[in-house]
């Protein structure tokens, strides 16, 4: 098995799981199949990978559904679940609060070229005068976006205007983030974990 990370904090938990496993492995160790709707072999990997994941973290994989928006929930389980996958890792989050998201990203430069798409100019300032290293900066700007977006009720929400960090600062080394859906007037505690593949952040509404 490829269990990555799992850990336990004040008001959910996560973990995530790197894929390494052949789909018959993955099958195994999640104990169900990927559906026949899904033909390509990654998302097949991912569904399984998810599940395996969420099964090391007591969760059956027949509880998980979807909404018609593609928001996940667990069937008979008032816990929040948010999942999260990117090249080679999936991650999962449950949380006992409603407004509760996860997202992983692989670490790249693509985020130099679509930064224009998410970042609020008081963000670009704010992150510039942060001093964090840029392409790690915008990762998490990103990923704490779409952690966001995934926590909130809210469909088609512009993520430069409607979704912001609105704080960026460095404690004693560490770099303390906090976001706000301005939609919903909901503001959101942020977490995050910088591997070196990946970065991920889980947020939680305060």
Known sequence: MSLYHIDTLPYYSYGIWKIEEDEASLRQASGCIAPSTLSNPVRRAEYLAVRALAKR????????????????????DTRTISISHTKDYVAVMLSRLPLAGI????????VMRVRHKYMHPEEE??????????TVGLLLHWCIKEAIFKAI?????????????TELSCLDGTWHFTGKSFRSNTPFQVNYLIGPAFVLTCCYSI
């Open 153 to 165: 009720p809210e469909e088609g929400v512009d993520f430069a205007q409607e979704i912001r960090v």
């Open 103 to 110: 997202d992983i990203e692989t670490r790249s430069p693509r």
């Open 57 to 76: 973290m007591g969760i059956k994989a027949e509880t998980i559904n979807y909404l018609p928006s593609g928001k996940p929930y667990l069937a008979n």
């Open 125 to 134: 300032h704010q992150l510039v005068a942060s001093g964090i290293d840029e």
